[in-house]
């Protein structure tokens, strides 16, 4: 089984700053594509960084230049740094991962983290 579990949210004034943390344990061989997607209240889930396995990046326009994502291969971890958080940034900041579990089957499957709570508020 695999295991993603999301830290670093919680309340912060417009303008400020938090780091969210994903650490990825159990059953894994590789990981491919990680990413950050959020969703607020009302709202779909949308896609607001991604990362693939060599480093390249992608991010949501309403992100770009404010959030950065990177991630550790050794030690299966993906981070969020957001700067110059708005109130539009509230919501449940999931973390998701392409893995493939064994080194004898190639299937990989699409996991999710519980969700954690990014408020922006004065």
């Known amino acids: 089984q695999v295991q993603l579990v999301e830290s670093g949210g919680g309340l912060v004034q417009p303008g400020g700053s938090l780091r969210l943390s994903c650490a990825a344990s159990?059953?894994?061989?590789?990981?491919?594509?990680m990413g950050w997607y959020r969703q607020a209240p009302g709202k779909q889930r949308e896609l607001v960084a991604a990362i693939t396995s060599g480093g390249s990046t992608n991010y949501a326009d309403s992100v770009k230049g404010r959030f950065t994502i990177s991630r550790d291969n050794a030690k299966n971890t993906m981070n969020l740094q957001m700067n110059s958080l708005k109130p539009e940034d509230t919501a449940v900041y999931y973390c998701?991962?392409?893995?493939?579990?064994?080194?004898?089957?190639?299937?990989?499957?699409?996991?999710w983290g519980q969700g954690t709570q990014v408020t922006v508020s004065s």
């Open positions: 998701n991962a392409d893995i493939r579990s064994s080194r004898y089957n190639s299937a990989r499957g699409d996991y």
């Open positions: 159990g059953s894994i061989f590789s990981i491919y594509a």
